[in-house]
Nanobody
Framework: QLQASGGGLVQAGGSLRLSCAAS????????MGWFRQLPGKEREFVAA????????RYTDSVKGRFTISRDNAKNTVYLQMNSLKPEDTAVYYC?????????????????WGQGTQVTVSS
């Protein structure tokens, strides 16, 4: 089970930190990803981190603003979002996969959290 939290309403230029707590799986053996979705649109990749935390990936639009990290002792993955823009508004989902490749691909993730709403006002 994945439980995402930390979403909310923030002004443009502000920051939020999303958390995703995992239970029922051996967290350190899973790569983790964050995706986001707008109503009526496809869920899109945001960021991913491999098992050890030493390798991260980002979609171009968030590079330099978002940072994904994980604490394997706490079974939690984080997404620190800085310099937020109105176009970052979406429901954010965390996901887990035992694969170590194609981490930007939604179909590689069999486990999903429930989503947390992020709204950035202009």
């Amino acid at each position: 089970q994945l439980q995402a939290s930390g979403g909310g309403l923030v002004q443009a230029g502000g920051s939020l930190r999303l958390s995703c707590a995992a239970s029922g799986l051996t967290f350190s053996t899973y790569a983790m990803g964050w995706f986001r979705q707008l109503p009526g649109k496809e869920r899109e990749f945001v960021a991913a981190i491999k098992r050890s935390g030493g390798d991260t990936r980002y979609t171009d639009s968030v590079k330099g603003r978002f940072t994904i990290s994980r604490d394997n002792a706490k079974n939690t993955v984080y997404l620190q979002m800085n310099s937020l823009k109105p176009e970052d508004t979406a429901v954010y989902y965390c996901a887990a996969t035992s694969y170590a490749y194609q981490l930007d691909t939604r179909r590689m993730y069999p486990y999903w959290g429930q989503g947390t709403q992020v709204t950035v006002s202009s």
